[in-house]
């Protein structure tokens, strides 16, 4: 069989390839410049699938077989130099900039990643989807496209050889590629919501994409011509399909699923537009600057994400200039190693074997010892990765809450028997005790400052509350988790009976959660009348203020990292919350129910911040930490704060 022209070099194709690494950096960078830019890589599995499969097709008109050898010698010499140029450097710099568990999870994502399966590893290992916070501060995380690539080319030989010898129509050709293409795109449309990560990340919910342009090399291979302006059309109609892709597409769309099938349609189109003849398009992108970008884009994309990773790990704001400079390093990088890396050893005419041991195996276990030997000197917590006794103090000063055993936080809540717990009782022993601290997990973290209270003005506290649920009596809200809905109907039939055995009621939640859902306001403003006429005194306590972008482990950064600023990284300027005015002014309607913030301690006209001086006191956006609570209290008594006057008459009230 003659071979079809189109096996030879493509510029437009390289033109295509700048266009997907741009718009993959630019999103990284900031995904408001380009909310669809992370397409990029389905446009890379488009041309991946088109390229290698074209390929596999010359060699089987050729040889009538594949030498599956030399296949995976090619791979190995194209992926892993430039592949390996990146890991190391990543690793080394993670060595002297990574707290231990970050530094744990680098060494285990290196393994994977060289052996392509980082996307296995980040969908099974790791609590987080692509898109999710503090996803873009994983170093590696990039790499979960190369494992499906790589893992597709496993099979995929094999089927085209099958494909080419047995299967004489084109019609039959396409037909089995086409039914993977459809059950594929189905399956990852299906379960985008239900199981966003696996969609994302893993081969069956991607191949799609990959084998759409395998059946587009399937089709130029058999002779299939699309003539005259016909292919214009196709170039246009392919790259407005991108750009508006691009432009229209975000991370909260269906994608790998309906979402991706434009941005694939596009690239698509404008590599078959492109077969016969260079289109006006297909000149386009084949600018010098385009096919120069094209051909170091796997490095590019190599070397962006983790400069960028890095940057946010160190809280390092990605604004223009900084921006600039990423884009710079991530290009002179990947041009040393275009030249320097990937040409000289893709060249390289060595045997199969000695590929396999020199570009392979010795790698391998280059990259194994590093990572080995680093997880083993964590676990064993060796003093040269890390200053434990520093590390270990952070650790345990600012975490959740309910991790504290008098803390008495549940998650299901299942009798009623549970109030009377000894462990939640303070003093400890304290068998009848005058105030009683309930609501869900913003009532909970007050426990560290009402401790301090209680020793101060000398009252027994019980605290009983249970997480994500709003404090209304016989609540049946239908919008309460699942998780959380049956312990939370029984604690909230029982909690309010339970409250009139106390002096005082002390109750918290995140109000500005429950404040937009339907009923709660007035079922609130109810269950505080109720509460007002069978107790003395009621408290309400204010939500905290919330930081969006806070990162507990700034302070823990900071032990490596010396010029993070986390005192003011996190600061933000004062906002209403009025969801705590609602709650200022049910208040106001009763003699016996006051309104407690700690506003003030957090917050000046300049604004407010989650750090006391150089201490922080939240563990996560709206939650305090107990040992932060507990600083707060502290200062409120050290600066006399009028809010401390809804405690002054626990002084004098009687135990029950």
């Known amino acids: 069989m003659q071979l079809h022209p189109t096996l030879k070099y493509r510029s437009d194709i390289d033109g295509l390839r700048a266009i997907a690494v741009l718009s993959v950096i630019l999103f990284h960078i900031n995904a408001q410049w380009m909310p669809g830019g992370f397409l990029g890589v389905d446009i890379f599995f488009v041309i991946s699938g088109y390229l290698i499969t074209l390929i596999l097709t010359k060699e089987v008109d050729e040889t009538h077989k594949i030498n599956i050898s030399n296949f995976y010698k090619r791979r190995i010499k194209r992926i892993i130099p430039a592949l390996l140029f990146v890991l190391i450097p990543t690793f080394l710099v993670g060595l002297f900039f990574l707290i231990p568990t970050d530094l744990l999870a680098l060494s285990k994502s290196m393994i994977w990643a060289f052996f392509s399966t980082a996307n296995i590893y980040f969908f099974s290992s790791v609590d987080t989807g692509y898109f999710s916070l503090g996803s873009n501060e994983l170093p590696l995380l990039h790499l979960w496209s190369l494992g499906v690539e790589e893992q597709f080319y496993i099979l995929w030989p094999f089927v085209v050889l099958i494909l080419l010898k047995y299967v004489h129509t084109l019609r039959n050709r396409i037909l089995f590629p086409s039914i993977?293409?459809?059950?594929?795109?189905?399956?990852?449309?299906?379960?985008?919501?239900?199981?966003?990560?696996?969609?994302?990340?893993?081969?069956?919910?991607?191949?799609?994409e990959l084998l759409a342009g395998a059946i587009i090399a399937l089709l130029v291979h058999s002779g299939f011509r699309v003539k005259g302006f016909i292919n214009e059309i196709m170039a246009v109609i392919g790259l407005v399909l991108i750009v508006l892709s691009f432009i229209f597409v975000s991370e909260s769309d269906s994608v790998p699923g309906l979402g991706a099938v434009p941005v694939i349609i596009g690239a698509s189109l404008l590599i078959l537009s492109g077969t016969m003849y260079q289109t006006f398009i297909g000149r386009i992108l084949s600018i010098k600057i385009f096919v120069a970008?094209?051909?170091?884009?796997?490095?590019?994309?190599?070397?962006?994400?983790?400069?960028?990773?890095?940057?946010?790990?160190?809280?390092?704001?990605?604004?223009?200039?900084?921006?600039?400079?990423?884009?710079?390093?991530?290009?002179?990088?990947?041009?040393?190693?275009?030249?320097?890396?990937?040409?000289?050893?893709?060249?390289?005419?060595?045997?199969?074997?000695?590929?396999?041991?020199?570009?392979?195996?010795?790698?391998?276990?280059?990259?194994?010892?590093?990572?080995?030997?680093?997880?083993?000197?964590?676990?064993?917590?060796?003093?040269?990765?890390?200053?434990?006794?520093?590390?270990?103090?952070?650790?345990?000063?600012?975490?959740?809450?309910?991790?504290?055993?008098?803390?008495?936080?549940?998650?299901?809540?299942?009798?009623?028997?549970?109030?009377?717990?000894?462990?939640?009782?303070?003093?400890?022993?304290?068998?009848?005790?005058?105030?009683?601290?309930?609501?869900?997990?913003?009532?909970?973290?007050?426990?560290?400052?009402?401790?301090?209270?209680?020793?101060?003005?000398?009252?027994?506290l019980q605290n009983t509350t249970i997480s994500a649920c709003p404090i209304v009596k016989n609540n049946t809200f239908d919008w309460v988790g699942p998780v959380h809905k049956v312990g939370c109907s029984v604690y909230c039939a029982s909690v309010f009976e339970e409250a009139k055995k106390y002096d005082t009621v002390i109750v918290g939640g995140?109000?500005?959660?429950?404040?937009?859902?339907?009923?709660?306001?007035?079922?609130?403003?109810?269950?505080?009348?109720?509460?007002?006429?069978?107790?003395?005194?009621?408290?309400?306590?204010?939500?905290?203020?919330?930081?969006?972008?806070?990162?507990?482990?700034?302070?823990?950064?900071?032990?490596?990292?010396?010029?993070?600023?986390?005192?003011?990284?996190?600061?933000?300027?004062?906002?209403?919350?009025?969801?705590?005015?609602?709650?200022?002014?049910?208040?106001?309607?009763?003699t016996n129910v006051e309104y407690f913030s700690i506003q003030q301690q957090l917050c000046s006209t300049k604004g407010c911040s989650p750090y006391i001086g150089d201490e922080p006191v939240y563990y996560n956006a709206h939650h305090l930490s107990l040992k932060g609570s507990a600083i707060i209290g502290l200062k409120m008594i050290e600066n006399n704060d009028s809010m401390l006057n809804v405690f002054n008459h626990l002084s004098d009230a009687p135990v029950r």
């Open 180 to 208: 993977l293409f459809i059950g594929s795109l189905v399956w990852a449309h299906l379960i985008i919501d239900s199981n966003h990560s696996f969609a994302y990340y893993m081969l069956p919910t991607r191949t799609w």
């Open 293 to 460: 970008i094209g051909l170091i884009s796997y490095s590019a994309y190599l070397w962006h994400w983790p400069i960028l990773a890095y940057l946010r790990y160190a809280f390092v704001e990605i604004d223009i200039s900084i921006a600039i400079a990423v884009i710079i390093f991530t290009f002179i990088m990947a041009t040393i190693s275009y030249f320097f890396i990937e040409t000289p050893l893709r060249k390289n005419n060595m045997s199969s074997k000695k590929v396999a041991i020199l570009y392979f195996i010795l790698p391998a276990i280059l990259i194994s010892g590093m990572s080995i030997f680093t997880i083993k000197a964590i676990e064993s917590k060796s003093q040269w990765v890390f200053p434990w006794e520093e590390f270990t103090k952070f650790k345990s000063d600012i975490q959740s809450a309910d991790r504290y055993e008098h803390n008495c936080q549940y998650r299901r809540f299942v009798a009623e028997s549970i109030y009377n717990e000894e462990r939640c009782a303070y003093p400890e022993g304290t068998k009848h005790t005058q105030a009683f601290l309930i609501g869900d997990s913003n009532a909970g973290h007050y426990l560290g400052m009402l401790r301090v209270f209680a020793d101060k003005y000398g009252f027994s």
């Open 510 to 590: 995140i109000w500005s959660e429950y404040y937009k859902q339907k009923g709660f306001q007035k079922g609130l403003e109810k269950s505080i009348k109720y509460l007002a006429k069978n107790v003395k005194h009621i408290i309400l306590l204010a939500q905290v203020p919330i930081f969006k972008n806070y990162n507990f482990k700034c302070a823990m950064r900071r032990i490596r990292i010396k010029n993070i600023d986390c005192a003011t990284h996190f600061n933000h300027k004062l906002q209403d919350n009025i969801s705590n005015e609602f709650l200022y002014n049910i208040a106001k309607k009763y």
